[in-house]
């Protein structure tokens, strides 16, 4: 069974300033019992045996639990026991380096209990339900999923316009955890796993890359649709979900789109999707349609 957060602890008087809690943080505090999860203040317990006493005793295991803190000696506790840990800098903790945090926030304005979950899950390895469309949703790829993409990439045809899949699976498991690694981890988005939300079968993959085109970093969409999907407008409502995601979340003024030369089905797909036709380009050594969507 996957672990869930159902806890997040802190030393109150970490997060204060001028010896309160502001609004913002007040807000996330009380927010949580609505996402079924508990806040439990450690009341100036910062070694790790502590820690974990408090968190037994309130009925947890340390694998459902996130710390929130502000000090060094705090966060390396927590990080010692297997906590996911978010760093508050707090501007009257000062010479603090937060080298034990997963992530570090200056302020709570935009951080909620999703942003919570997410540092939660990927400290645990758990994938990230990204997006969700009226048929699907997109989640990011695990190398448990990686029979399943073998069976699409064997489909007839699915392979004519796409790179396939690694001969040797071995190898395609250490692409795809290194992938998971520095691309989810790094990035926050990359090409994720397309399922079906009524029987989570995963139906292809899409998403969003890093792409070095002409000597530039670009933004790539790609996508791919398993065989009895297809034509039945899952491309076009896959695919709208990610250009609305990146307008949203990303810092990208432009998607590209690189599309194999003849693969005309993807050429109208990305016109009615806003695309326009840029150049013809060679990218190792095959060429490549580039188009463009402005966001």
């Given at each position: 069974?996957?672990?869930?957060?159902?806890?997040?602890?802190?030393?109150?008087?970490?997060?204060?300033?001028?010896?309160?809690?502001?609004?913002?943080?007040?807000?996330l505090l009380g927010s949580l019992p609505k996402y079924d999860?508990?806040?439990?203040?450690?009341?100036?317990?910062?070694?790790?045996?502590q820690i974990e006493k408090k968190i037994r005793d309130a009925?947890?295991?340390?694998?459902?639990?996130?710390?929130?803190?502000?000090?060094?000696?705090?966060?390396?506790?927590?990080?010692?026991?297997?906590?996911?840990?978010?760093?508050?800098?707090?501007?009257?903790?000062?010479?603090?380096?937060?080298?034990?945090?997963?992530?570090?926030?200056?302020?709570?304005?935009?951080?909620?209990?999703?942003?919570?979950?997410?540092?939660?899950?990927?400290?645990?390895?758990?994938?990230?339900?990204?997006?969700?469309?009226?048929?699907?949703?997109?989640?990011?790829?695990?190398?448990?999923?990686?029979?399943?993409?073998?069976?699409?990439?064997?489909?007839?045809?699915?392979?004519?316009?796409?790179?396939?899949?690694?001969?040797?699976?071995?190898?395609?498991?250490?692409?795809?955890?290194?992938?998971?690694?520095?691309?989810?981890?790094?990035?926050?988005?990359?090409?994720?796993?397309?399922?079906?939300?009524?029987?989570?079968?995963?139906?292809?993959?899409?998403?969003?890359?890093?792409?070095?085109?002409?000597?530039?970093?670009?933004?790539?969409?790609?996508?791919?649709?398993?065989?009895?999907?297809?034509?039945?407008?899952?491309?076009?409502?896959?695919?709208?979900?990610?250009?609305?995601?990146?307008?949203?979340?990303?810092?990208?003024?432009?998607?590209?789109?690189?599309?194999?030369?003849?693969?005309?089905?993807?050429?109208?797909?990305?016109?009615?999707?806003?695309?326009?036709?840029?150049?013809?380009?060679?990218?190792?050594?095959?060429?490549?349609?580039?188009?463009?969507?402005?966001?």
């Open positions: 069974m996957e672990n869930r957060l159902k806890c997040v602890v802190s030393n109150k008087r970490e997060l204060e300033i001028e010896h309160q809690l502001d609004a913002d943080v007040l807000f999860v508990h806040f439990l203040d450690l009341d100036g317990e910062i070694k790790s045996e009925g947890y295991e340390w694998n459902e639990v996130l710390l929130l803190a502000a000090e060094d000696r705090t966060l390396e506790s927590g990080k010692r026991i297997g906590l996911p840990v978010v760093a508050f800098a707090n501007s009257e903790k000062r010479e603090q380096s937060y080298k034990a945090a997963e992530v570090v926030v200056e302020g709570f304005e935009e951080i909620d209990f999703y942003f919570l979950e997410k540092v939660f899950q990927r400290k645990h390895g758990i994938p990230w339900r990204v997006i969700e469309t009226e048929r699907t949703y997109l989640r990011e790829m695990t190398v448990e999923d990686l029979d399943d993409l073998y069976e699409i990439y064997a489909q007839p045809g699915i392979t004519d316009y796409v790179e396939p899949l690694y001969e040797d699976r071995e190898e395609e498991k250490e692409y795809t955890k290194a992938y998971i690694q520095h691309m989810y981890s790094y990035y926050g988005y990359g090409m994720w796993l397309v399922c079906d939300r009524q029987n989570d079968l995963i139906i292809g993959r899409a998403g969003l890359n890093i792409q070095e085109i002409e000597g530039t970093i670009e933004l790539e969409m790609g996508y791919l649709i398993r065989k009895e999907y297809q034509r039945k407008g899952y491309a076009l409502e896959v695919c709208t979900a990610i250009l609305n995601y990146a307008k949203k979340e990303l810092d990208f003024q432009k998607i590209n789109c690189l599309v194999k030369k003849g693969n005309q089905i993807s050429e109208k797909l990305l016109e009615k999707l806003g695309f326009f036709w840029e150049s013809e380009i060679e990218i190792r050594g095959i060429i490549m349609e580039r188009y463009i969507y402005l966001l």
